[in-house]
T-cell receptor, first 111, second 112 residues
Framework: DTEVTQTPKHLVMGMTNKKSLKCEQHMGHRAMYWYKQKAKKPPELMFVYSYEKLSINESVPSRFSPECPNSSLLNLHLHALQPEDSALYLC??????????FGPGTRLTVL | GQNIDQPTEMTATEGAIVQINCTYQTSGFNGLFWYQQHAGEAPTFLSYNVLDGLEEKGRFSSFLSRSKGYSYLLLKELQMKDSASYLCAVADRGSTLGRLYFGRGTQLTVWP
């Protein structure tokens, strides 16, 4: 299994809602990542988990809260988002310095 | 800091060859990746170079010169499906986590 899966594919939420994005991989990768990507821009790193511990937080606002329940799962909890947070949210995993495998992404729209 | 530069757009015709350049200035270096991304989809891995030279993989090849801070992705026998954004990404030395710094991407359009 060389796939990273993400749910949901699309999400529309209001600024007062609480929602979660989910990511799963079964490749035994020990590093997992959340990226945010706006249209016609490269992915921007948000968080990195290594061995289920948060290793990098790229100064992301607290309205984004990551969670790594186990080595295969990565969540991103969303609360009180702003319209400018609308973007494609990509999850990726890797075995250390090797290539990162990306999931299909969740397209988020904040109204 | 990291500075990765690649052209914003390129066009080519079906069957042709195109070379997408990437220059980088990074505080450390632990390899350079090329990813392909179709609109609305996730990036997919194309190549990885950590030593100088050319890596060939089918219609795609990637070259690296560490002394010049330069890489290129060469696409041969272009097909319409090659129309996509091509992202150059550098892995930072000292990182054990595969932290990548992405260029802004080159949007390639292949015409019939």
């Amino acid at each position: 299994d060389t796939e990273v899966t993400q749910t949901p594919k699309h999400l529309v939420m209001g600024m007062t809602n609480k929602k979660s994005l989910k990511c799963e991989q079964h490749m035994g990768h020990r590093a997992m990542y959340w990226y945010k990507q706006k249209a016609k821009k490269p992915p921007e790193l948000m968080f990195v988990y290594s061995y289920e511990k948060l290793s990098i937080n790229e100064s992301v606002p607290s309205r984004f809260s990551p969670e790594c329940p186990n080595s295969s799962l990565l969540n991103l909890h969303l609360h009180a988002l702003q319209p400018e947070d609308s973007a494609l949210y990509l999850c990726a995993s890797s075995q250390g310095l090797h290539e990162q495998f990306f999931g299909p992404g969740t397209r988020l729209t904040v109204l | 800091g990291q500075n990765i530069d690649q052209p914003t757009e390129m066009t080519a015709t079906e069957g042709a060859i195109v070379q997408i350049n990437c220059t980088y200035q990074t505080s450390g270096f632990n390899g350079l990746f090329w990813y392909q991304q179709h609109a609305g989809e996730a990036p997919t891995f194309l190549s990885y170079n950590v030593l100088d030279g050319l890596e060939e993989k089918g219609r795609f090849s990637s070259f690296l010169s560490r002394s010049k801070g330069y890489s290129y992705l060469l696409l041969k026998e272009l097909q319409m499906k090659d129309s996509a954004s091509y992202l150059c990404a550098v892995a930072d030395r000292g990182s054990t986590l595969g932290r990548l710094y992405f260029g802004r991407g080159t949007q390639l359009t292949v015409w019939p």
